[in-house]
């Protein structure tokens, strides 16, 4: 069904498996548009895919329907919250939405431009909202958030939290900028946001951390260039079987890159450049605290150029115990090259 701002069409063009289909929303940027863009993703079935042809602007917020992709007509399809709506999310899943507590089944969403319209929208949110499992999102361009760019989240629209897991997903390929708090936020108060890739994205000029992870077990961070930010470039907590590697963090405020570790499954922090050219941030690569038990980290081959001042590597147990493997890092511009505390296992590897 091919819905137009007032008039519809009935035709389902065939594409994807046999029994799914193509449904197009065309917006007129105009008061209508959310509606219409819902009203699209209401009729459609398990399997359809989704296709909006913007400009288009958001009043409500758009739920997104699971077992469906979604995505621009092309890559600048421009979603852009009204003024005066402050919005909780422009998109959202729907179990965030419904408050559902289990995860929403899995969504595809590509290749749009979402501006959040933050300085017209004074106590807005996110941009983005995910509480779907197996969910890829990727080639999005999001800007001017209030809060978050995009939130993947344990928790509902009301603060209901999952009572399954919400694992196996991927974020690719997003430019994110000008968020008031976090640009990629994953917030999990239990431990149901695990083993995800966060890959090949660029974040820039948030008010917050570039990337936080309240929970990274599992999770691949890797390739993404962060910059300009007023937190951490990467704050991840958490790390269980974690990898963050190849990183590209200039200019930030408190940590390059900073995490917490759990006491069970090691972890690798490999190949990362953390360079301060104009931000005032202390310290470059730390590992702050293990949460329990025994924490076992390799840190190698990461290049760290400060602007001389600040601590280089540091490394930190809390009151747990912490084994690192630190090997092959360049540390230059710094007036520590590293800091090693009380009681840390440290050594050079095999």
């Known amino acids: 069904m091919v819905l137009v701002a007032g008039a519809t069409v009935g035709m389902f063009a065939a594409a994807g498996p046999a029994g799914a289909a193509r449904a197009t929303a065309t917006c007129t940027n105009s008061n209508g548009d959310a509606a219409l863009i819902q009203s699209v993703i209401n009729g459609s079935a398990d399997g359809d895919e989704i296709v909006i042809d913007g400009p ?32 909780d999310a422009v998109l959202a899943s729907d179990s965030w939405v419904d408050n559902d507590a289990f995860t929403g089944e899995p969504i595809a969403l590509r290749d749009l431009t979402i501006d959040a319209n933050a300085a017209n929208n004074p106590t807005s949110g996110d941009a983005v909202v995910i509480r779907s499992w197996r969910t890829t999102v990727e080639g999005l361009a999001i800007r001017n958030a209030r809060a978050h760019g995009l939130r ?9 939290t999952l009572t399954n897991t919400m694992v196996n997903g991927n974020v690719r390929n997003l430019f994110v900028e000008d ?10 108060s239990g431990n149901a946001v695990t083993d995800w890739n966060l890959t090949d994205n660029w974040i820039a000029s948030s008010g917050g951390d570039a990337i936080k992870l309240e929970n990274s077990a599992g999770w691949t961070v890797e390739r993404n260039h962060v910059y300009g ?13 974690t ?22 499954a090691a972890s690798t922090i490999v190949g990362n450049r953390v360079f301060q050219f ?51 890092n360049a540390v230059t511009g710094v007036t520590t090259q590293r800091s090693v505390g009380a009681g840390v296992n440290l050594s050079a590897g095999l």
């Open 152 to 160: 993947i989240t344990n928790a509902s629209r009301n603060g209901t």
């Open 243 to 264: 990898s963050i590697s190849d990183n590209y963090v200039e200019d930030f405020a408190t940590h390059g890159i900073g995490v917490t570790v759990q006491g069970d």
């Open 278 to 328: 104009s931000g005032a941030g202390t310290t470059y690569l730390a590992i702050k605290q293990v949460n329990y038990g025994t924490g076992h980290v390799a840190v190698t081959g990461n290049a760290v150029r400060g602007n001389g001042s600040g601590i280089g590597l540091s490394y930190q147990r809390g009151g747990n115990q912490l084994t690192v493997t630190s090997a092959g």
């Open 179 to 188: 968020s008031g708090q976090h640009g990629i936020y994953v917030q999990d």
């Open 56 to 87: 288009c602007m958001i009043n409500s917020t758009i739920t997104l329907r699971g077992n469906r992709s979604y995505r621009g007509d092309s890559p600048s399809t421009l979603l852009k919250q009204g003024n005066g709506r402050n919005l």
């Open 229 to 241: 930010v007023g937190g951490s470039g990467i704050n991840a907590s958490r790390l269980f079987a």
